[in-house]
């Protein structure tokens, strides 16, 4: 059995995707995570869990650097860090709401699940 540490609805400024127009002027990408972890019998200490709050800033850091075309790509760098900081696995949902789609829409995004080795 597994546990989770939730992030919802990070925020970052970053200039992905495959147009011109988006590469020069940017849009906003909304980041959720799940990070499976075990909490069982840890008690009360910060050193023995993810540090959210460190999480979360590495999470918009590595988002708003080095521009990529594909959400997808940039779910991936996501991954990597939550993996990085201990998780045993993550959920990693990567929302575009700012797309370049030409017909009305609420939300694009791309979720990947991945494990450390």
Partial sequence: MTDEIRLRGLRAFAHHGVFDDE???????????????????????????????????????????????????????????VLGFGALSTRVEVHKPSAPITVRFDDVSVVIERMRP
């Fill in 23 to 81: 590469r020069a002027n940017g849009q906003e990408f909304i980041i959720d995570v799940d990070a499976r972890v075990s909490l069982s019998g840890l008690g009360d200490d910060i050193a023995q869990t993810i540090h959210y709050g460190e999480l979360a800033v590495a999470i918009v850091a590595a988002v708003e650097s080095d521009p990529v075309d594909l959400i997808e790509t940039v779910a991936e760098r996501v991954a990597a860090i």
